[in-house]
């Protein structure tokens, strides 16, 4: 699969244009991940978006995400996090990242407490 870096590249000085994003731990937004190199998680579509669940806020402009798969590959760092926006989700953990705000496009959902308390214990077993 090619990848179109000039069109994120377009993209990405768009939203480095923008205001800031208000963020709640444990919300599902889609996120402007774009198009990134090798094994790194892409975002899909014109916005180059994925789902990725707030983890941690840093402030006003930056937070930590882990993004969102519908993969169902088994894998110690794929934890399931339930129905998200009609489709079964996994927290693809290995792509754990900080982003700035600006990058958050739309809120979908909050995420189920109890998911995003065992999302938490998955991640700091990480660490």
């Known amino acids: 699969m090619e ?3 000039d069109a994120w590249n377009e993209l990405k000085k768009k939203t480095d244009a923008e205001q800031p994003r208000l963020y709640t731990v444990r919300e599902v937004w889609w996120c ?3 198009v990134n190199v090798g094994t790194e998680q892409d975002g899909r579509g014109e916005w180059y978006v994925r ?3 707030i983890l941690r806020g840093f402030g006003p402009d930056a937070c930590l995400v882990v993004p969102l798969t519908t993969s169902t590959r088994d894998h110690p760092l794929r934890i399931s996090v339930g129905s998200v926006d ?3 989700a996994r ?3 290995s792509q754990l990242r900080v982003v700035d705000t600006r990058r958050l496009e739309r809120k979908v959902c909050f995420l ?3 998911m995003f308390a065992n999302m938490r214990k998955a991640v700091r077993g990480l660490l």
């Open 3 to 5: 990848k179109n870096f």
């Open 32 to 34: 402007r991940l774009g």
């Open 51 to 53: 789902p990725c669940v």
């Open 86 to 88: 009609g489709r079964e």
């Open 91 to 93: 927290a693809n953990l």
């Open 112 to 114: 189920d407490k109890e």
